[in-house]
């Protein structure tokens, strides 16, 4: 009987301090309305590799967010970011035409190895999308 | 001493960033980004990439380590699918950005990460919307 209950407390033991926590958010660019690339290069109208020159670059952007979320990722506490409104508005605001040099980052929290000892405590990941506009011929229709 | 080894952890959070501005091809987000205007595209091969920055160690701040995994993964991953080739590109068709953390017993690791998932294509002729459409590609 005491060996049953010395199991059962080792067990408790290891489930609670045993855990994990999750938060992420899915980012793409469906809607779109100018050519954006992850890279220096961008496809131009006829479909050829275009590189853009340093004076074609108009602007430099950097917007940063929160997500939220609870028990690993299930339950969302804040809405999605529409990364293809975000980026159009971008361009029309530097009056660009397109997007080239585009990166994400990723940054924790440091709290996420006490928030999965505590599941009602949000996880949170700061989201960063950079990159530089361009004004290009190559890039107008 | 315990919120002093907290404010430490804290501070020490890890952060990574998915970067391909090396990359002299097209890494595009929209695959056909001018309407009324498309490309005969011959899909090659599925994309994957990650970068991704991990952080662990015992539970008090004095032993804590720090690894950076795959940064320079996502770079490599898209030198070789593209290899060179003026007429391939890569198409994204999803981003994810996450972070999170766990716990067994004493040990605990923390993770931050961006995953790319996407395609690669080898451009072909201009086509109009029409001869796209005959033709049945999937544009």
Known sequence: ?????????????????????LSGTDLNGADLRYPVSLSQSIIDVNGAHYTPTTVEKVAHFKREWGHWAMFYDSVSLTSDVDLSKLLNEEIERAGGNGIVNLKFSAKGTGWSWLVSLLLVIPEHVKVTVEGDVIKSAAAEL | MWIAGLLLLSAGCNSVT?????????VMLNPMPYPGVSWTVNELDPFIASATSASGGAS???????????????????????GG???????VDNVQ???????????????????????????????????????????
Not at chain 1, 6 to 21: E, G, Y
Not at chain 2, 19 to 26: A, F, G, K, R, Y
Not at chain 2, 60 to 82: C, K, N, V, W, Y
Not at chain 2, 105 to 128: C, N, P, Q, W, Y
Request: proline share 3%; charged share 20%; glycine share 8%.
């Open chain 2, 97 to 139: 950005v996450w972070g999170g953390g766990g716990n067994f017993l004493i040990v605990f690791a923390e993770m931050s990460s961006v995953d790319v998932r996407g395609r690669v294509l080898e451009v072909g002729a201009l086509s109009t919307p029409d001869e796209s459409a005959d033709s049945g590609d999937d544009q």
């Open chain 2, 18 to 26: 998915f970067d391909l501005s090396d990359i002299e091809e097209p």
């Open chain 1, 1 to 21: 009987m005491k060996s049953s209950k010395l199991i059962l407390a080792v067990c408790l033991a290891l489930f609670s301090s045993s855990c994990l926590s």
């Open chain 2, 60 to 82: 008090h701040p004095g032993t804590t380590t720090s690894t950076r995994m795959h940064e320079d993964d996502a770079q490599l991953r898209a030198f070789e699918s593209i």
């Open chain 2, 85 to 91: 080739h003026s007429q391939r590109m890569i198409i």
